[in-house]
Structure formats: C-alpha cells, structure tokens
C-alpha cells in the first residue's frame, strides 16, 4: 500500500505536504525477514503503472522478490493509507482508502501456488487479506491449502482492523484459515473479536493452541501509556511441549508506532525457522518489535546485531 503521512507530528493536511512511502502488514514482514538475512518473496498484485513500479522498485531495493506480484491493468489503483502520528496524549489516526484496490481484485487463478511455493520453507498471511473481500479470502485460502499439501510451515497474524470489517463478523471468515497454524500470532483483542476467544493472560495462547490445533501461538501485548509512550512485550506458547515463555517488558518513547507487530512476526518467523531455543526466539522478537517502534516509517530498520545487543543489554 502506499503510505502518506505529515511531517513531524503534524496533523493530517494541517500543512500541504505529505511524505510518501509503502508498506502494509505482509510487506512489513517480507522486508523485515530480508533485512533479517532470509529470502523472502511477497505475493501481491499492483496496478501496471508508476506507483505500482514504483512499489515494485521499493520492494526490490529492500531486498524482497518480487517475481510472484501480479501486475493489474494500468487504470486501476493502489490503495492507500494516511497515517497521522499522534503525540502525548493526541492518539495516531489511520484513514483507509483501498476499496478498489488492484489487490482486493485478485482472484485464485492469479497466482499458481504450487510453483510460487516450490522450495519455500515458510508461508506467512494476515486477517487483513481475507477482511478485503471474497477474492483476496479465496486466494488466502488457496495459498494455505497448497502450503499444507507442500508441508511448507503456516504463520497467520490475527491483524483485527476494526474498520476493514464493516461491522461484518470475523469469525466465520477466519477461524477456517487459522486451523493447524504452525504459528499463530496475535493479542487478546484479536483472539476475542476475531475468534471469539478469551481467557486470562497466563492461558490464552493456549486455550487458542488447542482449539485450532496450531503448534504454537504467540501473543504481544502493547500497553499504550501516551501516543509518545509505550509498553511492548510478548509471549509464547509450544503445544507440544508445553512450554510458555514471556519476554521482557520494553517501555518505549514511540518514534513510529506502525510496523511494531510486524517486525515481531519476522523475527518470530526468523528465529523459529533456524531452530532457535522458544524462549530465545521470543525474546529476539519482542527486542526487534521494541526497535521498530522507534524507527519512521513501516520498515524495520534494525540489524540483526542491533537487535541482539538489545535483548543482551536488558538481560
């Protein structure tokens, strides 16, 4: 998606400017996994002209493949997000407007999931994608039947978005597309609202674990003390084993506040896919979730090396 936000901590068209960039929740996660050392390849569609190339561009230079993105017709459009920053006790504001995006037009057929995951070892998705109409939630589907038929490994962040739902009920759409997860991901917002899931802090990712049979969920918890200061930490749980493992609690004077939980999927996803010690792998994650909130924009621009120092520092 395109990204437009003001300068500085300027409220929405308070000055003529505003400063472009992309992202979205999937493309948070490909960037941040290529930034992490992996190769990621992001599958979308954009529209066949200058913003979707340049999309196309951006990507690229970020270290993601873009061979899978699909291109539409030239008249049709990106969706767009305007992000306005808050600051003490102002809260940040998101205005959509994607309807009609060249992705919510995406159907199955457009994509050949089978090749496209050929030799792929992870499969990532988001609640956003199937909240944006019949055909992105075919095409979710599509992807995670052909994961599972692979045995490539399913990672779904829950993502609630109140104002993509349209006082539609979640449940129904997701809980088919979230059953057998690898890993699911998200809070105590999304599990209620989206899975009509709630139980204390200390066992919710595990009622979630044996009710949709994933081997493991995590959970981030961001405690917002002001726009310019937060709390983040996170927790997760291993059905097999059982074992749960908290991370620290980071309190945070907010920079960015887009992109926190994202980073902390790629670095879940990262650290979990090289085998890493659970509770290594949720620390490494929160750390990297702590970081993106103080960077601009929705791209994690943290090192691997930076993020280690962090979780070394507060050990």
């Known amino acids: 998606m395109l990204r437009l936000s003001p300068p500085g901590q300027e409220r929405l068209f308070q000055s003529p400017e505003l400063r472009a960039g992309f992202g979205g929740c999937e493309a948070n996660v490909a960037v941040g996994l290529a930034h992490l050392g992996m190769r990621a390849d992001y599958v979308t569609r954009l529209p066949d002209n200058a913003i979707g190339h340049a999309a196309l561009h951006a990507l690229h230079a970020e270290g993601v493949g873009t061979g899978w993105i699909a291109l539409g017709g ?3 459009r990106m969706g767009i997000y305007f992000v306005e920053p808050g600051a003490d006790i102002r809260a940040s504001r998101v205005v959509y407007d994607r309807a009609g995006s060249a992705f919510a037009a995406i159907t199955p057929g457009m994509v050949d999931w089978s090749k496209a995951l050929q030799g792929a070892a992870w499969f990532h998705g988001s ?13 979710l589907a599509a ?4 994961a599972r038929s692979g045995r490539v490994r399913i990672s779904l962040d829950l993502n609630y978005r109140p104002g993509l739902w349209h006082g539609r009920e979640p449940r129904a759409v997701i809980e088919p597309l979230v059953q057998g997860a690898d890993l699911l991901i998200g809070n105590r917002d999304a599990a209620r609202v989206m899975l009509g899931v709630e139980a204390p802090d200390d066992s919710l990712a595990q009622r979630l ?11 981030t918890r961001r405690e917002v003390l002001s726009a310019s200061e937060h709390g983040w930490s996170a927790a997760l749980y291993d059905a097999s084993s ?4 908290q991370s620290r609690r980071y309190q945070v004077r907010v920079v960015d506040r887009v992109g926190g939980g994202d980073s902390f999927a790629a670095a879940l996803i990262a650290a979990l896919a090289a085998d890493r010690d659970p509770a290594d792998a949720v620390q490494f994650a929160a750390a990297a979730g702590a970081l993106k909130l103080t960077i601009p924009g929705d791209w994690n621009r943290a090192t691997p090396e930076e993020i280690e120092q962090l979780v070394r520092a507060c050990a």
Request: proline share 6%.
């Open 74 to 76: 030239g008249s049709e």
């Open 127 to 139: 609640g956003i994608t199937p909240a944006l109409g019949e055909g992105p939630r075919a095409g």
């Open 143 to 146: 992807a995670l039947a052909a």
């Open 209 to 219: 674990a044996e009710r949709y049979g994933c081997r493991r969920v995590a959970l």
């Open 242 to 245: 059982g074992g749960a493992w």
